[in-house]
């Protein structure tokens, strides 16, 4: 094994749809409806595609959940809040990177978002290669996107690891020939890594 594939969201950073609506809306016992309206409808999907800007799915957001713009604003705006590291995660990243291993990112992700991360952060420098789905209009788990990441960077998937925390992508990633490691924790991600050749993070 030679290459490591992290996933973004509840791999190296936190993602909770709930605990967002839970943050603007403290007083709402329906916050998970909430996050279900925001983050699993094809507003987001397309925000996630690139196919609309932040501004132009706040717009609809407002319009089809009849709700001020301003709030709607302010939802997305504690999303990219949000994004703090998960705990041990940045460690077992620059433990990688200090090793010399190649490190690449494939990430479900909307543009400011991840301008808001380039922002906040310094990890994302330690990639040679990041695929973002807003930037091909490709998501995980389609095959295209992991075929994107090896053709664009010559890798060769026999070698190359991918981490997720979702079953799902990991298994997308398993059909195109890579090894997949469902992430859990920064400790049992690190285990698993080694388990598979990266003795370099023992």
Excluded at 95 to 108: F, K
Excluded at 159 to 174: H, M, P
């Amino acid at each position: 094994m030679e290459n490591i594939v992290f996933d973004l969201g509840n791999v190296l950073v936190k993602w909770s749809p709930e605990d967002i609506l839970a943050t603007v809306f403290p007083d709402n016992p329906h916050t998970k409806d909430l996050a279900q309206k925001f983050f699993k409808t094809p507003i987001f999907y397309d925000l996630n595609l690139g196919k609309i800007t932040e501004q132009e799915a706040a717009c609809l957001y407002s319009h089809q959940l009849d709700l001020p713009i301003y709030i709607v604003e302010n939802v997305l705006k504690t999303a990219k809040e949000s994004l703090i590291p998960v705990e041990g995660s940045f460690e077992l990243l620059e433990d990688a990177y200090n090793a010399g291993i190649p490190l690449y990112s494939i990430t479900d992700n909307v543009h400011e978002f991840m301008q808001h991360l380039k922002e906040q952060y310094t990890f994302l420098d330690k990639f040679q290669g990041i695929i973002v789905s807003a930037e091909i209009g490709v998501l995980k788990p389609s095959e295209k996107i992991y075929r994107c990441l090896l053709d664009l960077y010559n890798l060769n998937a026999e070698e190359t690891v991918f981490i997720d925390d979702l079953k799902k992508n990991v298994e997308g990633a398993e059909k195109v020939g890579m090894k997949g490691i469902q992430f859990t924790n920064a400790i049992t991600c690190r285990q698993k890594l080694i388990e598979l050749g990266f003795s370099q993070l023992s």
